[in-house]
Each structure stands twice: as C-alpha cells, then as structure tokens.
C-alpha cells in the first residue's frame, strides 16, 4: 500500500510539472496587415518547429497592427506599408522583412490582360469607367479596393498616385474579401498582395511585366511595398518575442519567405 501511494504521489507531481510547463508555454503575439498572413504563418510554423515557442496572429489590417503596438496589446505589429512620421514620433521603428507585390486582379472571364500605371489611376479615379475603353467588354468597371488604413491600399494609392481619388464601388477590410468579390463578379477590378492570389482570380500584367519573385526582386515590376515588423523603440522585446525577431530577420529565414511568395529583403 505505501509503495501504491508513494506511486501515486509521484505522478500527480509530474502531472503538476508537465501542466505547469503547459500554461507557462512561452508564445508571441503579432497583429496586423492581412497580407502579411501567408509568410507570417510560414515563419510561425519554422519558428515554432525549431523552439518549441508559439506565434500568434491577429489579422486586423495594418494601422490596428500600429496601434496595437503603441497600445502594448502585442508584441510584434504588422505593416504592409512603410511607417508614417507620426507613428514615428510616437516612438515606433519600423523593420523591412520583405517586398511583395501588389497584383491587379480581375475576374478570369475578363479578357484585359495588361494594364499600364497610368491606365490603372485613371480607372480608379473615374476617368475610364467601362472595360470597353481599354479592349474589354462592354461594362461598366466596379472598383473594389481596401478600407481606410489598410497598409496595401496605401501602397496602391502611393504608387499610382490615387490617394483621396478612387472611387471605390466597395472598400473591404481584409485581401480575402477582395479576391472573393472580384472573383464573384466579372465586372470587377481590385487590388490584393501577390503571395495571397489564388485561381480564382486573374492577375493582369503592369506594363507588359508578370508580378513574381524575380520581377519584384530586380524592381520591374512597380506595383510593390514593404512588408514591416512594428516594435516600440527604446523598449526590449519579451525573450520570445526577441528570438522570433532575430529569426525571421535571420539568413536562415530566407528559404520560408521565399516560399511564402515574397523577397525576403536581408
């Protein structure tokens, strides 16, 4: 009987390590961009794979990723777009993990196929208004677009010189949303990040160049922008947060950016 209880005693004392190690599981917490989505969850996995230490996601667009961060209601923020002055100002810095492209996509059925810079600004703002004008069918062009704050509208509207001028027929708040919509509706035209595409969609040429890897790489293909790791400046990362920061910016981490359909930018 002592030998059964002292048997006993001895499991519930490792169950009460192994469950204390359990809840004392170290993680880190990201939040923002959506587009940032695919290589955030291909950096998490090999990160998680390699230490043991989790990496969550929250897919909130890239200005509630910067003020998440400001907020200190997470550890690492994410941003499709470069860090404005005042976000700056408000003690942030901001890291270039990648470059990824900004695809123009339209429904499969529709047979436009390339588009200049110029020729998408003026569809966006309203000067050309049905396919017809630039060789497709004759329709009315419904423009789909990101909502207010989104770091890949941002990035759309800076390169095309767009911004405070499109005339967006719907303006949705993640890049699924958008290649949904645009792929329910022949008609339509939106923008999304290049790693996120799916056939569901077509991705029209800009200026006779094909968005991928080596056009974004030797910067051919113009419709491109960062994707940035948001931290407080001045201020030290959690230890797990720090080794998945100095992993992801890490020689090693260049194969699962890669892999993720972006240029890792080390």
């Given at each position: 009987m002592?030998?059964?209880?002292?048997?006993?005693?001895a499991a519930?004392l490792?169950?009460?390590a192994?469950?204390?190690?359990?809840?004392?599981?170290e993680?880190?917490a990201?939040?923002g961009?959506?587009?940032?989505?695919?290589?955030?969850?291909?950096?998490?996995?090999?990160?998680?794979?390699?230490?043991?230490?989790?990496?969550?996601y929250?897919?909130?667009?890239s200005g509630?990723?910067?003020?998440?961060v400001?907020?200190?209601?997470?550890d690492?923020?994410?941003?499709s777009?470069?860090?404005?002055?005042?976000?700056?100002?408000q003690?942030l810095n901001?890291?270039?993990?990648?470059?990824?492209?900004i695809?123009?996509?339209?429904?499969?059925?529709?047979t436009v196929d390339d588009?200049?810079?110029?020729?998408?600004?003026?569809?966006?703002?309203g000067?050309?208004?049905?396919?017809?004008?630039?060789?497709g069918?004759?329709?009315?062009?419904?423009?789909i677009g990101?909502?207010?704050?989104s770091?890949?509208?941002?990035?759309?509207?800076?390169?095309?010189?767009?911004s405070?001028k499109?005339?967006?027929?719907q303006?949705?708040t993640?890049?699924?949303?958008?290649i949904?919509?645009?792929?329910q509706?022949?008609?339509a035209i939106?923008?999304?990040?290049?790693?996120?595409?799916k056939?569901?969609?077509?991705a029209?040429k800009?200026?006779?160049?094909v968005a991928?890897?080596?056009?974004?790489?030797?910067g051919?293909y113009?419709?491109?922008?960062?994707?940035v790791?948001?931290?407080k400046?001045g201020e030290?990362?959690?230890?797990?947060a720090?080794?998945?920061?100095?992993y992801?910016?890490?020689?090693k981490a260049?194969?699962a950016?890669?892999?993720?359909g972006?240029?890792?930018?080390n």
């Open positions: 002592k030998k059964s209880i002292k048997a006993l005693a519930l490792i169950c009460t192994i469950t204390g190690c359990s809840a004392e599981k993680s880190v990201t939040d961009s959506t587009s940032m989505e695919k290589v955030i969850g291909v950096l998490g996995e090999a990160f998680e794979t390699e230490t043991g230490i989790s990496v969550t929250n897919p909130t667009g509630s990723g910067i003020k998440a400001a907020a200190g209601s997470c690492i923020g994410l941003s777009r470069n860090l404005k002055d005042e976000e700056k100002a003690g901001g890291t270039v993990l990648a470059y990824d492209g695809a123009i996509i339209v429904n499969p059925e529709n588009l200049d810079v110029d020729t998408i600004a003026k569809i966006y703002t000067e050309i208004g049905n396919w017809s004008e630039i060789g069918k004759d329709a009315e062009i419904v423009l990101r909502e207010a704050g770091g890949t509208r941002d990035g759309f509207e800076s390169i095309t010189g767009t405070d499109c005339k967006y027929r303006e949705l993640s890049t699924g949303d958008v949904t919509t645009v792929s509706n022949p008609d939106g923008y999304a990040s290049v790693a996120s595409v056939d569901t969609v077509k029209v800009v200026g006779g160049v991928n890897e080596a056009t974004i790489k030797d051919s113009v419709v491109q922008r960062p994707f790791l948001v931290t400046s030290k990362l959690s230890s797990a720090q080794k998945f920061f100095d992801v910016t890490s020689e260049r194969t950016i890669s892999s993720a972006v240029v890792a930018a």
